[in-house]
């Protein structure tokens, strides 16, 4: 095999950051993809295994002193990724909760992904018949949702190339790099002394805006206990049809999807709370990838997303346009301003080291911190709809929300079909509660169009 690179360093702050999170309440990226045709458990592993090889991160796991400071990702050596296998029988299918979800509910949220032994990843396959359900999962310290997307998509192509033995498991590949964490990557405008000034003078400007719109945010029904938070899953999807007369429509209205959807969110958060006129505050995750020195394709793995927050105006019964225009004119001015690269490097400021010293922080978060409710749109993303032998469809990609948010929802366009997936902390948002907000949000989307 081609020699591949290892990653031996210290977890940065970012980094450093979500493993905490993991550790107190699971914290991870979760990618799904169907899949029909015959598939065999030898050909998912042996691609899982070329998989594994191509990439430094999922040959490696995570250490750290008896106190958890000094956190460092240790290269591993005979760990494949696990894959565990469900068999259903024809027919046995719930309408209202497929079995994907039913997996991720009861399963792969609550779970932790073993960072201590490793690897950093592991799979599942839930086979009925021909049509196999394919799942990933990755914790949030070296994944968001490009990444789970995209080892999806890697993961079959190279079980294609294993199916017609083209390669082996162990075959000759091509190796990722093996990367700095994402703050050794920033432009030099957003280290050192520079970076500290831009950090120092977003702090201010969101101090400002704060007091002179006095925002509100999403509350929580009641609280719940940092470690005894569990993420729950309802599913939205719209199709073909109705995904082209929205780009349409929001081409139209000089509006992008994204801030379509997040006015329709921020309307039904409002509504359920009955908040009247106001300001609410959403979270927007903006991936940073391409600014990165060098930039960083959507192939390779890492946590390269950060959330900025929009405070919207709210006021009962307007249209969701005039919302969803500012929402798009704010996030572009807030890119433009590099104000998700400085809330990357203001981790370095802000991160706790360890989870015994987390707990000042979480309380800010819990007790002011602006983003309980966000939306995660990676936009059109690019899944192949055949695969070698098999059709491909309904990728997409959820998150877990440990302690981060209590509401949010991530989105990705693929095979001509928007996925649309609400992500919940059970009972701090009960799941009436959510769904109710959920089939707002999309009812109201849909209404607009018409």
């Given amino acids: 095999m081609k020699p591949a690179a290892e990653i031996a360093r210290p977890l940065t702050p970012l980094e450093r950051w979500y493993w905490i999170c993991d550790q107190i309440s699971p914290l991870n990226v979760i990618g799904h993809v169907r899949v029909r045709g015959r598939l065999s458990e030898e050909v998912l592993g042996q691609g899982l295994d070329a998989l594994q090889a191509r990439h430094p991160l999922l040959r490696a796991a995570i250490r750290a002193e008896a106190d958890g400071s000094g956190a460092h990702f240790v290269p591993l050596t005979g760990q494949p990724i696990p894959l565990r296998t469900v068999s259903l029988p024809d027919g046995d299918e719930h309408p209202g909760e497929p079995h994907w979800q039913r997996e991720l509910n009861e399963h792969e949220f609550s779970e932790p992904v073993d960072w201590a032994t490793g690897p950093l990843a592991r799979a599942v396959a839930i086979s009925r018949s021909e049509v196999h359900d394919l799942i990933i999962t990755v914790p949030h310290c070296v994944a968001d949702g490009t990444t789970v997307l995209s080892l999806l998509r890697q993961w079959l192509h190279l079980a294609a190339r294993c199916e017609t033995g083209e390669v082996r498991g162990d075959a000759e590949l091509e190796p990722a790099r093996a990367l700095p964490g994402p703050e050794g990557l920033l432009p030099p405008e957003?280290?050192?002394?520079?970076?500290?000034?831009?950090?120092?003078?977003q702090l201010l400007s969101d101090q400002s805006a704060a007091r002179r719109l006095k925002p509100s945010r999403l509350e929580p029904s009641r609280r719940v206990p940092f470690a005894q938070r569990a993420t729950r899953l309802i599913h939205h999807e719209l199709d073909g049809q109705d995904v082209e007369v929205l780009a349409q429509a929001c081409k139209r209205e000089r509006t992008t999807v994204h801030g379509m959807l997040a006015a329709a969110m921020v309307t039904a958060v409002a509504e359920d709370a009955d908040t009247g006129p106001?300001?609410?505050?959403?979270?927007?995750?903006?991936?940073?990838?391409?600014?990165?020195e060098p930039p960083v394709t959507d192939d390779e793995l890492g946590t390269y997303v950060a959330t900025v927050p929009s405070v919207v105006a709210y006021r009962p019964g307007q249209s969701l346009w005039p919302m969803a225009r500012a929402i798009s004119r704010d996030l572009a001015r807030r890119r433009?301003?590099?104000?998700?690269?400085?809330?990357?490097?203001?981790?370095?400021?802000?991160?706790?080291?360890?989870?015994?010293?987390?707990?000042?922080?979480?309380r800010f978060m819990e007790d002011k911190g602006p983003i309980t409710l966000c939306l995660s749109n990676l936009g059109r993303f690019d899944f192949?709809?055949?695969i070698g032998p098999w059709e491909v469809s309904d990728a997409e990609f959820v998150t877990g929300l440990s302690v981060n948010a209590y509401f949010v929802a991530t989105v990705n366009t693929s095979h001509g079909r928007l996925a649309w997936n609400f992500t919940h902390?059970?009972?701090?948002?009960?799941?009436?509660?959510?769904?109710?907000?959920?089939?707002a949000s999309v009812e109201s989307v849909l209404a607009a169009l018409t």
Avoid: C, W
């Avoid at 957003?190 to 003078?201: E, F, L, N």
């Avoid at 104000?339 to 203001?346: G, K, N, Y």
């Fill in 190 to 201: 957003y280290r050192g002394m520079k970076g500290a000034a831009k950090v120092a003078a």
């Fill in 278 to 292: 106001g300001h609410l505050t959403i979270g927007s995750p903006i991936t940073f990838r391409e600014t990165l």
């Fill in 336 to 362: 433009n301003r590099g104000e998700h690269l400085t809330a990357v490097a203001a981790m370095g400021f802000v991160a706790p080291k360890t989870v015994a010293k987390s707990d000042r922080f979480l």
């Fill in 384 to 386: 192949p709809d055949r």
């Fill in 425 to 439: 902390v059970d009972q701090a948002v009960p799941r009436d509660r959510t769904a109710r907000m959920a089939d």
